[in-house]
């Protein structure tokens, strides 16, 4: 059983930055890629960013490209998202994803595990 906990959600003023983390335990963290998802209210999951299993590739969204910045640290177990220049419309629950596989998917019904969401909230 994989346990995933996402943190560091928040409420932020717009141009503003977090970071958000995600710990996951329960199997080598190391055999799993990993991305970040979104959801608005009354929005379907959107895709955010994804990493491979080593770091070596990763891929963001366009809505998030040059603003966000995906990586991890496998020594640590580790996944993080940095988020700056934030605006009000990227206030979502942000959810982290596993997969057992090597490359980066885009589709929420690739990942395996998912945690339960934090908050991030932007005001204008």
């Known amino acids: 059983q994989v346990q995933v906990e996402e943190s560091g959600g928040g409420l932020v003023q717009a141009g503003g930055s977090l970071r958000l983390s995600c710990a996951a335990s329960?199997?080598?963290?190391?055999?799993?890629?990993m991305a970040w998802s979104r959801q608005a209210p009354g929005k379907a999951r959107e895709f955010v960013a994804g990493?491979?299993?080593?770091?070596?590739?990763?891929y963001h969204a366009d809505s998030v490209k040059g603003r966000f910045s995906i990586s991890r640290d496998n020594a640590k177990n580790t996944l993080y998202l940095q988020m700056s220049s934030l605006k009000p419309e990227d206030t979502a629950v942000y959810y982290c994803?596993?997969?057992?596989?090597?490359?980066?998917?885009?589709?929420?019904?690739?990942?395996?595990?998912w945690g339960q969401g934090t908050q991030v909230t932007v005001s204008s």
């Open positions: 990493i491979s299993r080593n770091g070596e590739m990763s």
């Open positions: 994803a596993l997969r057992t596989g090597t490359s980066v998917r885009t589709s929420s019904g690739a990942y395996d595990y």
């Open positions: 329960g199997r080598t963290f190391s055999t799993y890629a």
